[in-house]
């Protein structure tokens, strides 16, 4: 089994060709992180516009690199949901058209449930069931895996997800965006001292394992406000030294309290995913936000003291990647699950299946009544 997988459901523009043991044969990704630092937030049709004059190139890479032709794929799996549909419809439409030309059946992919399952391959003992941390730009989700395609849901976020805390943090700090904000605000949190502002850990009254950060981003803000940073428009490389160092400890200590704030869930969320499935022996952790160095040691503290083993895919696998959208569809598709070849000539406006909003898995509502 050799699968092409394709992924374009938010800023990247990534294709990959896995093996049926776990080869990764080759993996392209096109990111639009220019474009980011430029308008400050991914623009639909922006993005979308940016899949369409990459997607083809990106996805005869891959198959380049892999030293393989369409015609030698079992399958082509593409991400079709959640994300934003402008953005997927392009992915989806490139799947189809190869696997309409070649007569390949199509493997729809939860793109959550791909940084889940990434784990899987980079850990060939990682069995089910196991809970699962994913943590990202739009997502922040506890999940009990329990088998494939058999997810329960023990936490979300009501608000922001943590990638985005990140995102907004860095560009309020003015740091370079280029280099994406996440491992731009973990490179300057280093340098700060994560003592020197005490953020209040959110959501600590709730005994549940939900997340939030719309209010850790407002305390920042009040915090960059109060010692006058000229944000946003004062880039960091021309800053003077105190004002430097004032914002490496906005920096660490905002990554101190976001990092808490996952510590306190996922502690609660192994004693809840214990009750409901005894055997868990490991936390995946990923999703972009899995790839910062801090985040992997904190929560390696805490799955230690429960007794756990954590598994975190190598930083390349935990953002956007279309290695985790073929590993995924290499599970499906050995289970039997997957679409027939679409027509050879399917019509451009063809009424794909796309789903922009669409939940990993129910809601564990016993862990709700627990928590009142
Ligand atoms: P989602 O998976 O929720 O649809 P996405 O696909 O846009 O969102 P990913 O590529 O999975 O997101 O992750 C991107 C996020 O990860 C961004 O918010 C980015 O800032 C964050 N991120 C990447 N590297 C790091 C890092 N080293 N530290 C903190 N955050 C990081
Ligand atoms: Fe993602």
């Not at 952790?285 to 799955?303: E, F, I, T």
């Not at 930083?315 to 499906?332: F, K, Q, R, Y």
Request: aromatic fraction near 4%; glycine fraction near 8%.
């Amino acid at each position: 089994v050799v699968i092409l997988g394709i992924e374009t459901s938010c800023d990247d523009t990534a294709a990959a060709v896995v093996r049926g043991n776990g080869e990764i044969l080759s993996q392209v990704v096109s990111s639009q992180a220019d474009l980011l630092a430029r308008y400050g937030g991914v623009a639909p049709k922006m993005a979308e516009e940016a899949h369409l004059l990459a997607i083809d190139k990106v996805v005869q890479q891959a198959l380049d690199n892999a030293n393989l032709t369409a015609h030698d794929l079992s399958a082509v799996a593409v991400t079709i949901g959640p994300g934003l549909s402008l953005c997927l419809r392009v992915g989806v439409c490139k799947a189809r058209r190869i696997a309409g030309m070649h007569s390949l059946p199509i493997v729809g992919i939860h793109h959550m449930e791909a940084h889940a399952l990434v784990a899987r391959l980079t850990e060939k003992d990682l069995h089910f069931p196991f809970l699962a941390l994913l943590i990202s730009g739009g997502h922040n989700l506890l999940i009990l895996a329990r088998d494939l395609g058999h997810y329960v849901q023990l936490g979300t976020t009501i608000d922001d997800a943590i990638g985005e805390a990140y995102d907004k943090t860095a560009r309020w700090l003015g740091l370079d965006m280029k280099k994406g904000g996440g491992p731009a605000l973990e490179e300057l949190a280093r340098q700060g001292d994560a003592d020197s502002i005490k953020f209040s850990i959110p959501m600590r009254q709730h005994k549940d394992c939900n997340f939030s950060y719309a209010g850790l981003k407002t305390q920042v803000r009040l915090a960059i406000e109060s010692r006058k940073i000229c944000i946003e428009n004062t880039p960091i490389s021309s800053a003077n030294p105190d004002d430097r160092s004032s914002r490496a400890d906005i920096a660490a200590s905002f990554q101190r309290v976001a990092v808490l704030h996952l510590e306190d869930r996922c502690e609660r969320a192994i004693e809840w995913a214990l009750k409901i499935e005894p055997s868990i022996k490991c936390l995946v952790v990923s999703g972009g936000v899995a790839s910062n160095q801090y985040v992997r040691k904190r929560l390696n503290h805490v799955v230690n003291n429960s007794g756990l083993r954590l598994v975190c895919p190598p930083p390349s696998l935990c953002t956007d990647n279309g290695v985790m959208v073929a590993w995924t569809g290499i599970e499906h598709f050995l289970v039997g699950r997957f679409d027939p070849p679409p027509l050879a000539n399917e019509p451009e406006d063809y009424l794909v299946d796309l789903r922009p909003r669409w939940p990993l898995g129910e809601e564990y509502s016993q862990g709700r009544s627990e928590a009142r």
